[in-house]
């Protein structure tokens, strides 16, 4: 299946942010991968072509990706 720029956008960040939760100790890992699983499926009804509210949530995933990338971040909960 061919994707548009923008799914593969959503994916990358997806990966992106499970490769991350791979950086943290092995005991909180899950915690980071639920928590961007969660986040992800929250907004699995918006519309394919809503494109400005899609390119909004990737700008605030990357911002919360980066912020909890930083080594000072041991867990996460939701």
């Known amino acids: 299946m061919k994707r548009s720029g923008i799914q593969r956008d959503v994916l990358a ?3 992106l942010c499970l ?5 943290k100790p ?3 890992q899950d915690n ?8 992800f499926q929250a907004h699995l009804d918006i519309d394919r072509r809503d494109f400005a509210t899609i ?4 700008r605030a995933g990357r911002r919360k990706l980066e912020v909890y990338s930083q080594p000072g971040v041991k867990n996460i909960s939701r």
């Open 55 to 58: 390119e909004h949530l990737l």
């Open 26 to 28: 092995k005991e909180v």
């Open 19 to 23: 490769r991350e939760a791979g950086k």
């Open 32 to 39: 980071f991968r639920n928590y961007a699983r969660e986040n």
């Open 13 to 15: 960040l997806y990966r």
